[in-house]
């Protein structure tokens, strides 16, 4: 019984760390983004040199590494969760902020994969929901 659980611990650390590993690559390019990149290129550039670059952004490596730590981030997440027992504690506070998490990120990865169903969504809407799964980490790390 005791190697069953040093197995089950192991999967779950192994989860945890690649889950917060992707997680920090998405959140923190998504910050990088917009808080140092956006307002320094709309400085630099002429706004149609600006739309263009931008554009490079959203193509090839850079679209695949969005797709790839989205993905990674939100299925980790959704692997951890069960892996550490939500399912046997359903009803508790700290399963349905992992399940609200699990809605927010599915939705963010599923705009990432449609790119927004034909239209990105307002950034205002989508950097609130980097705030709102941020918060709901960390909820979680205190068992809500």
């Excluded at 290129?41 to 959203?58: H, K």
């Amino acid at each position: 019984m005791a190697r069953l659980w040093e197995d089950r611990l192991t999967v779950i650390v192994v989860l945890q760390w690649l889950h917060v590993l992707f997680a920090i690559f998405w959140f923190g390019s998504q910050l990088y983004s917009v808080m140092v990149v956006d307002p320094q290129l709309a400085r630099l550039v002429p706004a149609d040199a600006y739309a263009n670059i931008v554009d490079a952004f959203r193509a090839g490596t850079p679209r695949l590494l969005t797709v790839v730590s989205s993905t990674g981030t939100v299925l980790l997440g959704f692997l951890r969760g069960i892996a550490g027992g939500v399912l046997d504690v359903a009803g508790s506070a700290y399963f349905y902020t992992w399940l609200a998490a699990l809605v927010i990120g599915t939705f963010m990865v599923i705009s990432i994969w449609t790119r927004g169903y034909g239209g990105r969504i307002p950034s205002p809407l989508w950097n609130s929901l980097f705030v709102v799964m941020f918060t709901l980490m960390i909820a979680m790390r205190f068992g809500y």
